[in-house]
């Protein structure tokens, strides 16, 4: 791994991590396991991409990718609370339909942002060099994302979100009204994912309706390797806890594309396989430690 | 805490210890959006352009495996890899190439070659095929539409009605669809299309097109091609002809194609490849295109589709399978 690809896994990390934040909140607060994702994140870089190319500044065009995602979420939570669709087939339905949809709001599937304005002008203008201007705008949206989801936990809506995940029943009892509660959640949870959306595409150059696959698996596998190595006792640690693990899930992808021993490299191929055996690695090692310590 | 440190200490050994440079000859640094028997070929075409001609290149090849976030972070591991030339295959991982390098730091900028990109323009990677004017240029898979279709209405004389199999989600499909409908009214014939978002969709999309149409054209297409076998089952049972684009395809069973070869097409990469890696400015080196195209002809599908390969075509194939 060289010094510019740990730089890129981070900025990555940091970008997807926006993300991960919104999979945790369905997938530990709401224990609801949403796969309406995939298709969420696209969405929310079609709408970032064609609003810049309709000369909307890109700054404005993160504000209707949030509202874009939030709408996605509501609708799979609707499919779920009041029509009692399955949660796991309530969020595929939306995820296959946002596939067609993207393609709409794009007029085809790829809007190319290569030489657009994007939200890293600004910095660059200011004087960062390019190289780090990822890891500045993304390092300031994933930790105020973060501040936000935990401050927003504190209040009493936030409270009624995490007794909703804990004890529907409880909750029920006092009179609080979980279906709204978990359609305001998963609609959260998705604007974060399109908001993450559409930093990537304004950072790759492009929106393309391909980009969400694999989203909620590099989602979950983030909030696991999160929790493992950085601990969930409160809330707050949980949530940095979240950050953290996609940007080491991006590591481990960025060391496994640079792993050569001497003259024998891996196969292009075998990348999967390679980031999966880091992954495995990451989890268990500190448990092997432990037990070695025991003896 | 220990946990956190024990983390951090092994990914700074993973730092220190990588970057070995090649002190003789040239560095590749490819990133290849997927596995993929056209995309694999160009590549090949490309290795094999610079052993046939001596050119000694060590190629660093990357695959994203079809992950659009892997694909933006071997941009950015190809920069820190300084070679002398980058190589983007598939328009996905050209745009996070050009992307990357538009932001990285002055010392680390290289040329940039695209191969496999039906339009350079509509991506962003260039202004001007004529005159690129950046660091960028490359080789596109426009394919010559109105050569397959002549070829297509040749070999059945009189058809009404031509059915297209694509992915909606693919740009370069569409931009394919998009020409023969265009030339659908001019060359006399309707177009019916089906799409399929997943090769698990393309047996459903070709029965689709049963009894409405009189044959059936797939494009360069990565859904339909890598799930080619199911579309040549309908056409075997229902007798309905498949013509395809690509040469790999009649191979595989299509009665015929004007071929398009990824292998030349990667060879055509390798030859721009070496002009720049011996000084020539990108800026300068306008867009290529394949010129010469390949008719092949499978006579042994053909007739298992129910139709009988014209002799005048068959005299001008390059390739005939029995």
Do not use: C
């Not at chain 1, 009624?160 to 509660?181: C, E, F, Q, R």
């Not at chain 2, 539409?145 to 740009?171: S, T």
């Not at chain 2, 395809?244 to 069973?253: M, P, Q, T």
């Amino acid at each position: 791994m060289t010094v510019y690809a740990a730089l890129g896994a981070v900025e990555q990390g940091l970008v997807y991590g926006i993300m991960v934040i919104g999979v945790y909140l369905t997938f530990r607060i709401l224990d609801f396991p949403d796969l309406t994702v995939d298709g969420s994140l696209p969405l929310g870089a079609s709408i970032s991409a064609v609003a810049i190319t309709h000369g909307i500044n890109p700054y404005l065009s993160l504000v209707f990718a949030l509202m874009g995602g939030f709408v996605a979420g509501m609708i799979t939570a609707v499919l779920n609370t009041k029509f009692k669709i399955l949660h796991l087939l309530a969020s595929i339905l939306t995820m296959i339909a946002l596939y067609s949809i993207n393609i709409r709001i794009m007029d085809g599937p790829n809007v190319a942002l290569l030489g657009a304005d994007t939200v890293f002008d600004v910095v660059i203008a200011a004087g960062v060099p390019g190289r780090y201007a990822g890891i500045l705008i993304f390092g300031v949206f994933g930790f105020s994302v973060t501040a936000f989801i935990v401050w927003f936990l504190k209040t009493e809506l936030g409270m009624a979100i995490l007794a909703t995940g804990d004890n529907p029943k409880m909750i029920t009892s006092l009179g609080v009204n979980t279906h709204a509660v978990i359609i305001l959640g998963v609609g959260l949870s998705n604007a974060l994912v399109a908001l993450s959306g559409a930093l990537v595409a304004q950072n790759q150059g492009a929106a393309d309706v391909g980009m969400g696959i694999g989203t909620i698996i590099a989602g979950l596998a983030s909030v696991i390797i999160g929790e493992t190595i950085f601990g969930h006792s409160t809330i707050a640690r949980a949530f940095v806890a979240a950050l953290l693990g996609s940007v080491v899930y991006r590591l481990a992808i960025a060391l496994a594309l640079g792993l050569e021993f001497g003259d024998f490299s891996f196969n292009p191929s075998d990348l999967n396989l390679i980031t999966s055996v880091l992954v495995i690695i990451a989890l268990i090692a500190p448990n092997i430690k432990k037990k070695v310590a025991a003896r | 805490m220990k946990r956190i440190f024990g983390a951090a200490l092994l990914l700074f050994f993973s730092v220190v210890i990588s970057s070995s440079a090649h002190a003789e000859g040239y560095v590749i640094s490819v990133n290849q959006f997927v596995e993929h028997p056209a995309l694999d070929a160009v590549l090949q075409g490309m290795k094999d352009y610079m052993r046939d001609n001596s050119v000694a290149v060590d190629f660093k090849v990357h695959n994203a495996q079809a992950n659009m976030g892997t694909a933006n972070q071997i941009a950015q591991q190809m920069i820190g890899e300084k070679a002398d030339l980058l190589v983007a295959i598939a328009t996905p991982s050209a745009q996070a190439t050009a992307q990357a390098l538009k932001r990285a730091p002055e010392d680390l900028q290289r040329p940039l070659v695209f191969t496999a990109i039906t339009d350079p323009v509509a991506a962003g990677l260039v202004e001007d095929l004529q005159r690129p004017g950046g660091d960028i240029t490359g080789v596109s898979d426009l394919l010559p539409v109105r050569k397959h279709l002549e070829m297509v209405l040749e070999y059945l004389p009189g058809i009404e009605r031509l059915g297209v199999m694509y992915n909606a989600g693919e740009a370069n499909s569409k931009a394919t669809v998009e020409t023969i409908r265009e030339l659908s009214d001019d060359m006399g014939f309707t177009l019916v299309e089906a799409t399929a978002a997943k090769t698990a969709d393309v047996y459903q999309a070709a029965k689709s097109l049963l009894g409405r149409v009189d044959a059936v054209f797939i494009p360069t297409d990565n859904t339909i091609v890598s799930a080619l076998e199911s579309v040549l089952k309908v056409g075997v049972q229902n007798r309905l002809p498949i013509f395809a684009a690509d040469i790999n395809s009649v191979e595989r069973g299509a009665a015929a194609a004007m071929g398009f070869d990824y292998y030349r097409h990667g060879y055509q990469t390798g030859a721009m490849a070496e002009k720049i890696l011996k000084g020539a400015s990108p800026a300068t080196l306008a867009v290529e295109f394949q010129e010469e195209l390949q008719l092949h002809i499978n006579t042994l599908y053909s007739r298992k589709m129910g139709v009988e390969p014209p002799p005048a075509l068959l005299e001008r194939a390059a390739k005939v399978y029995n």
